[in-house]
């Protein structure tokens, strides 16, 4: 995976690969009343059928509790 990072923006833009398939995730920090709020953006390659696209979203819940564990830890 290669991360795209812009720090003063609250942008974890980053270059999701495996298998020999890339694509972009877009994913935003957001300010709210409580902490933040983080919304991810998955667009669907062209070369993926709906049910191989949502197959491969399956293995973004670890990556996506990971960055939530990354995330939670630069607030302490």
């Not at 003063?8 to 020999?20: E, P, Q, R, T």
């Not at 694509?23 to 919304?39: D, F, H, L, M």
Request: glycine letters at 6%; aromatic letters at 10%; a positive charge.
């Amino acid at each position: 995976m290669k991360h795209v990072p812009v720090r003063n923006a609250d942008v974890l833009d980053h270059i999701f690969a495996s298998a020999g398939l890339t694509w972009k995730v877009y994913v935003r920090i957001i300010p709210n009343q409580s902490g933040v709020t983080v919304v991810w953006t998955f667009i669907k390659p062209d070369i993926l059928s709906d049910g191989q696209f949502e197959k491969q979203l399956e293995s973004f819940d670890c990556e996506i509790a990971l960055w939530k564990k990354a995330l939670e830890g630069r607030r302490n």
